[in-house]
């Protein structure tokens, strides 16, 4: 497959035109959509914006949108023809080949295919007459027209070779419509493919769209196999993103156009199957910013622990173990033991440090001593630094900087479950966008819990194989965790919950209260033994099953003032669950906190 030629629409990013031109050409973009909007509220005449995209060396690929021109009644059909010439003489002025007409979606459209079909062949051939195509779309929220397949219909009974099909990747994913409804369309028939991702929502279809839009590999949608399905029918035109999302309202267009030229690069790997090997596998460690030697940093790790494992060669950083938990304790960064990085391991140390310059994804510098291990560090948009290793033992291996201690032993704690991290709203999309496009992991749906002074939000990301699990959280409202960001949970497993909390109640750790009636709704859901229950209730841990008959029983710490908690956890019967039942008990009591 050649390489896709790439485009946007003006729509898909904030401010005004003249900006938005400069800052898609900038990001490396081959052409562009004019959205009529951004243009009627320019000074520049069209003619000055198709020399301007010319000048940035853009092409203008399509003009859009004219709305509510089929299905109109016979007696209005003569204005919407007076508007199309007016409109369509402005595509001309601009240079674009393709106009983009939407599904009617007023009150008052007739539902008539006959009709539709005679308007349709009546502005192909006014179109035409301009040495224009029309690219006709279904909107999902059309009156009478919203699947690809009513649209198509409609293409084929205008019969007019400038009456051609546009596919919107949204537009047809968000009526649970799929690839295969493609199947039997012509690729030159095809006038234009438009790109957009988002969120698997159960909402008002218009309000999703407008909204909640969001660039390929943010979202869960299957834009890969449209887009696919597409180019297999012979398409051969621009690849062109149009979100709407209240993010890209208000971001910066640079961010906005670099976070899209890397959606469409990822886009680009999935359809050759040209994706590096940099799929982040395992959690390798935290690293906490605070000298090595801080007496009260020293006296928490202890009480939870964590014994001093090694010291790094060069740097005053030291290497702290709890059985398979490792934990990093970095003197050169400030912040008195607020987790700051988190290090990952993936089977390709080399191949994540290229795919990362090719994104542009802002890598840390770093000073390596002789023989140390490459460890790259890149910045994700939450500010979280991930360092990535190679797998234990081999090259590049991050233990290796380390003049470890072999007397301590491997009893203790399992490992890292999983790390939450907190990221403000309007970064959530960009943030699973790096660890799926860079580190190939891949996202959950997005999961909604009430807080007392607001609402979290959480999706989970794991890699196709290997036990990474990262959950990132919007929290929103007037409460104190709407402030926290970065790194805020630390998960580690175990294979006895009541005894590590026993024995971290015993250490001084301070451990989340659960109220009695909790256990007493436990008793209602799960009907469990008298004797569990009350072991449960003893050690006041949280519990739940799943349908398979997996377990979770888990405990939380009280936050520390950095904001962060610990969980301690122990799944049982192959649970792979986050015990989402008990949620809303945790925020209330770290709320009263």
């Known amino acids: 497959m050649s390489a896709l030629r790439k485009g946007i629409a003006t729509v898909s990013l904030s401010g005004l035109l003249p900006e938005k031109l400069a800052t898609i050409a900038a990001a490396g973009f081959d052409g562009v959509e004019i959205f009529d909007n951004d243009l009627i509220a320019s000074p520049l005449h069209p003619s000055e914006v198709a020399a301007r995209c010319a000048d940035l060396g853009l092409t203008v690929d399509l003009f859009q ?14 204005r919407v023809l007076h508007r199309l010439e007016r409109k369509f003489e402005i595509a001309q002025q601009l240079g674009a080949p393709v106009v983009l007409a939407c599904s009617n979606v007023s009150p008052d459209a007739v539902d008539g295919p006959a009709l539709r079909a005679a308007q349709l062949h009546r502005i192909g051939e006014l179109a035409q007459e301009h040495g224009l195509v029309v690219a006709y779309e279904a909107l999902a929220w059309g009156r009478h027209v919203n699947r690809v397949w009513q649209s198509w219909t409609a293409v084929q009974d205008a019969d007019h070779l400038a009456v051609t099909l546009a596919v919107d990747t949204f537009h047809l994913l968000a009526r649970g419509d799929d690839a295969a409804a493609l199947d039997g369309i012509p690729g030159d ?47 051969a035109g621009p690849v062109s993103l149009e979100v709407f999302s209240d993010v890209v309202r208000q971001a910066p267009p640079t961010v906005t156009a670099r976070d899209a030229m890397r959606s469409l690069l990822f886009l680009e790997d999935q359809l050759t199957g040209a994706l590096p090997a940099v799929a982040a596998q395992e959690a390798a460690f935290v690293e906490l910013a605070a000298p090595p030697d801080d007496p009260q940093v020293k006296g928490t790790l202890e009480a939870l622990g964590f014994r001093l494992a090694g010291v790094h060669r060069t740097k ?20 008195h033991g607020r987790p700051q990085a988190l290090g990952l391991v993936a089977p390709s140390v080399a191949a994540v440090q290229t795919r990362a310059a ?10 390596r001593g002789a023989d140390e291990s490459a460890l790259p560090g890149i910045t994700a948009p939450s500010g979280v630094h991930v360092f990535v290793s190679a797998p234990a033992g081999a090259p590049d291996d991050w233990r290796s900087d380390f003049r470890a201690d072999t007397s301590l032993g491997d009893s203790g704690w399992l490992g890292l479950d999983h790390v939450g991290i907190t990221v403000p709203p309007d970064r959530l999309d960009e943030e699973t966008a790096f660890y799926r496009i860079l580190l190939g992991l891949r996202p959950g749906s997005l999961q909604e819990f009430i807080q007392p002074h607001g609402r979290l939000q959480s999706r989970t990301l794991r890699p196709a194989s290997g036990g990474l699990r990262i959950v990132l959280n919007v929290s929103q409202g007037d409460g104190a965790s709407a402030g926290a960001r970065g790194i805020t949970q630390l998960a580690f497993g175990c294979a006895d919950a009541a005894r590590e909390v026993g024995r971290l109640r015993a250490a001084g750790v301070a451990l989340m209260p659960v109220p009695d009636n909790y256990y007493d709704d436990l008793d209602a859901a799960f009907d469990l033994d008298p004797q569990f229950l009350g072991l449960l209730r003893d050690h006041r841990l949280l519990y739940d099953a799943d349908a398979r008959g997996g377990e979770l029983l888990h405990a939380y710490t009280m936050p520390c003032e950095d904001g962060f908690f610990v969980e301690i956890l122990e799944r049982r019967g192959g649970y792979d669950g986050y015990g989402a039942r008990n949620t809303h008990v945790r925020l209330a009591a770290q709320a009263a906190a």
Not at 66 to 76: L, Q, S, T
Not at 202 to 223: A, I, K, Y
Not at 317 to 333: D, F, H, I
Not at 358 to 367: F, H, I, K, V, Y
Request: one cysteine or more.
């Open 65 to 78: 949108p004219v709305r509510d021109v089929e299905g109109v009644p016979p007696e209005g059909f003569r």
């Open 189 to 235: 028939r095809i006038g234009f493919l438009q790109v957009a991702d988002a969120p698997m929502l159960d909402m008002n279809v218009l309000e999703w769209s407008r909204h909640f839009r969001c660039f390929p590999g943010q979202g869960t949608l299957d834009v890969a196999g449209v887009v696919a399905a597409t180019l297999a029918a012979g398409y």
């Open 316 to 335: 005053p950083v030291t290497w702290w173990r709890n059985g398979g938990a490792s934990l990093v304790l970095n003197g050169q960064e400030t912040g």
């Open 358 to 367: 090719a994104l542009d994804w802002p890598q840390l510098q770093r000073t």
